[in-house]
């Protein structure tokens, strides 16, 4: 089992807004980042460090961190954004690194 | 822009030592600051971190697998690679290579490799 703990599926209606969490103790400490992997692709850094996205991510992907748990924010997301989406960050003990065990985002 | 390319057999025989490499492209693999890293994707499942080196040698491995991983670096090349010793059917995973920043992000990834262990 992973040490960041994510909801194995979420669904949002089309233009509506959707939080996809990630849970660990390791995330008191540090920051989560966000990646968003399409079927038969490689994932794909949208979120990292406190809130920043890497050149080419649309602006309607946002994250925030409040205790133990990160979100990925995606205000108004599109039909292409549907996704398997995982947080990784640092284990407990600080050493290692790790993923959440992913999210599937389906948008209706 | 750096880019990553991951290379090696796509079949492995069970107890065989799996051998990857990875070539990185646009950018040199001593710049400070980044780790370069190994990440398996068993079929249909999640993400699981390997291990990464720095250029310097220095590595760091998962726990889980750190008696059966070794990865390695050939600056003159440009290139890391990755030996997994030992394997069985519950190796067989796409392989990807990446960057890892000291900020724990990855990014670019490579475009991932299938490799089967089966007799």
């Known amino acids: 089992s992973s040490e960041l703990t994510q909801d194995p599926a979420v669904s949002v209606a089309l233009g509506q807004t959707v939080r996809i969490t990630c849970q660990g103790d390791?995330?008191?400490?540090?920051?989560a980042s966000w990646y968003q992997q399409k079927p038969g692709q490689a994932p794909v850094l949208v979120i990292y460090?406190?809130?920043n996205r890497p050149s080419g991510i649309p602006d309607r992907f946002s994250g925030s961190s409040s205790g133990n748990t990160a979100s990925l924010t995606i205000t108004g997301p599109q039909a292409e954004d549907e996704a398997d989406y995982y947080c990784?960050?640092?284990?407990?003990?600080?050493?290692?690194?790790?993923f959440g065990g992913g999210t599937k985002l389906t948008v209706l | 822009q750096v880019q990553l390319q991951e290379s090696g057999p796509g079949l492995v025989k069970p107890s065989q030592t799996l051998s990857l490499t990875c070539t990185v492209s646009?950018?040199?693999?001593?710049?400070?600051?980044?780790?370069w890293s190994w990440i398996r994707q068993h079929p249909g499942k999640g993400l699981e971190w390997i291990g990464y080196?720095?250029?310097?040698?220095?590595?760091y491995y998962n726990p889980s697998l750190k008696s059966r991983v070794t990865i390695s670096v050939d600056t003159s090349k440009n290139q890391f690679s990755l030996k997994l010793s030992s394997v069985t059917a519950a190796d067989t995973a796409v392989y990807y290579c990446?960057?890892?920043?000291?900020?724990?992000?990855?990014?670019?990834w490579g475009q991932g490799t299938l490799v089967t262990v089966s007799s």
């Open positions: 460090g406190k809130n």
């Open positions: 990446a960057r890892k920043s000291s900020g724990d992000w990855v990014d670019p």
């Open positions: 646009g950018g040199s693999i001593t710049s400070g600051g980044y780790y």
């Open positions: 390791s995330l008191r400490s540090y920051y």
């Open positions: 080196i720095y250029y310097s040698g220095s590595t």
């Open positions: 990784n960050s640092r284990d407990s003990s600080g050493n290692h690194l790790v």
